[in-house]
């Protein structure tokens, strides 16, 4: 595994990781989304011509995504200092022209991960 200032310039993250920042970047864009919804429906009510029509602001959801993300896999062996066992870790760093041209990296051998992330409705415990 390269050494730290590489990884952190790399991007080389565990692939748990990458998927649980590029899901909380889309649950951000969502909030983004709804306040700007809510900002809008608050204008509409506060301004005097337009709340007399009784207008709503539209709302908009992402109800499903597919990712295509490619990525260089590698996998890494760690070793539990408690336990002394190995662990294998799967890792993956973003690219981009930056990455493939400092590693001479031939983005035709990257991996491809597809990923689907579907709204559901909250679990019962969460409606009340």
Same mark, same amino acid.
């Given at each position: 595994?390269? =050494? %730290?200032? *590489?990884?952190?310039?790399?991007?080389?993250?565990?692939?748990?990781?990458?998927?649980?920042?590029? %899901?909380?970047?889309?649950?951000?864009?969502?909030?983004?989304?709804?306040?700007?919804?809510?900002?809008?429906?608050?204008?509409?009510?506060? #301004?005097?011509?337009?709340?007399?029509?009784?207008?709503?602001?539209?709302?908009?959801?992402?109800?499903?995504?597919?990712?295509?993300? $490619?990525?260089?896999?590698?996998?890494? =062996? =760690? *070793?539990?200092?408690?336990? $002394?066992?190995?662990?294998?870790?799967?890792? %993956?760093?973003?690219? #981009?022209?930056?990455?493939?041209? $400092?590693? #001479?990296? #031939?983005?035709?051998?990257?991996?491809?991960?597809?990923?689907?992330?579907?709204?559901?409705?909250?679990?019962?415990?969460?409606?009340?």
């Amino acid at each position: 595994m390269p =050494e %730290g200032k *590489i990884v952190s310039e790399a991007l080389i993250k565990p692939l748990g990781d990458v998927l649980v920042h590029v %899901g909380r970047s889309l649950a951000k864009a969502q909030r983004e989304l709804d306040r700007n919804s809510a900002d809008t429906q608050i204008f509409i009510e506060n #301004d005097k011509v337009l709340s007399q029509y009784d207008l709503r602001s539209t709302w908009y959801h992402m109800p499903e995504i597919d990712l295509d993300l $490619k990525i260089s896999l590698s996998l890494h =062996e =760690e *070793i539990d200092l408690a336990t $002394k066992i190995s662990v294998p870790q799967l890792f %993956g760093a973003t690219l #981009d022209a930056s990455y493939a041209k $400092k590693y #001479d990296y #031939d983005v035709e051998g990257s991996s491809q991960i597809k990923v689907k992330i579907v709204s559901i409705p909250p679990p019962s415990s969460m409606e009340t």
